[in-house]
């Protein structure tokens, strides 16, 4: 069973920075395709960004692009989520995901384990 575990998450001001890290366990972490989701209340789960198995790919929601970059480290098990020029928009609850067989996950269903979240808060 595989395990991951968020952290970094915090309240900042717009236009601050933060960095999502996310720790797995208990798995093949370099076979698993990875993803950072993020649910505001009252909103449905969003694709935040996307990475491949290698990182050699990586896929961005249009909200975040050129603000956000999600990198992974296969030797320590740990998928990042940088957030630059952060806004008040940005706040939710981010979650890490992995999906398995060397995947490349744009849906959340497409995910076959999620960690349990850390919220970010940016205020105005």
């Known amino acids: 069973q595989v395990q991951l575990v968020e952290s970094g998450g915090g309240s900042v001001q717009a236009g601050d920075s933060l960095r999502l890290s996310c720790a797995a366990s208990?798995?093949?972490?370099?076979?698993?395709?990875m993803g950072w989701f993020r649910q505001a209340p009252g909103k449905e789960r969003e694709v935040v960004a996307v990475?491949?198995?290698?990182?050699?790919?990586?896929y961005y929601a249009d909200s975040v692009k050129g603000r956000f970059t999600i990198s992974r480290d296969n030797a320590k098990n740990t998928v990042y989520l940088q957030m630059n020029s952060l806004k008040p928009e940005d706040t939710a609850v981010y979650y890490c995901?992995?999906?398995?067989?060397?995947?490349?996950?744009?849906?959340?269903?497409?995910?076959?384990?999620w960690g349990q979240g850390t919220q970010v808060t940016v205020s105005s």
């Open positions: 995901a992995a999906g398995r067989n060397y995947g490349w996950y744009i849906k959340a269903h497409e995910y076959d384990y």
């Open positions: 208990g798995g093949t972490f370099s076979t698993y395709g």
């Open positions: 990475i491949s198995w290698s990182g050699a790919n990586a």
